[in-house]
């Protein structure tokens, strides 16, 4: 949702992932980058990959790469995981404030959606 009101289109949006890369955040990460068409770009430890059947169903929206700074280089969307440390990506936390302003509408809406079955907007 915060994408899409700052950036309109995302077919093409770079966004960086920093951080363990086994998580369900991620997973969502890149499966909603292979339905939107942003490029995934994921930094993580060798330890912490994400899945490789996911990984391959991906194709080219998701690309791992060797360190933050590879990741982050030319993004427009910096995210991570709680783990990772703000000073290897730049500072460049772009977003990060209206995520989380956007948080308790979202919320809001889901919880909405499953308790009266109305899932039109």
């Not at 369900?24 to 939107?36: D, G, K, N, Q, V």
């Not at 990506?89 to 209206?98: C, M, P, V």
Request: net charge negative; aromatic share 2%.
């Amino acid at each position: 949702m915060t994408l899409r009101e700052h950036f309109g289109d995302l077919d093409g949006l770079q966004v960086a992932y920093v951080g363990d890369a086994t998580t369900p955040l991620t997973r969502s990460l890149i499966e909603a980058a292979m339905l939107s068409g942003v490029e995934l770009h994921v930094a993580a430890p060798a330890t912490q990959l994400p899945d490789p059947a996911l990984l391959s169903r991906a194709g080219t929206a998701v690309r791992l790469c060797k360190d933050a700074r590879e990741a982050v280089g030319g993004s427009s969307v910096v995210l991570r995981g709680p783990e990772a440390h703000a000073e290897v990506i730049d500072g460049r936390l772009s977003l990060a404030g209206e995520q989380v302003a956007n948080l308790l509408p979202v919320t809001q809406a889901v919880l909405r959606a499953l308790v009266t079955g109305d899932w039109e907007l």
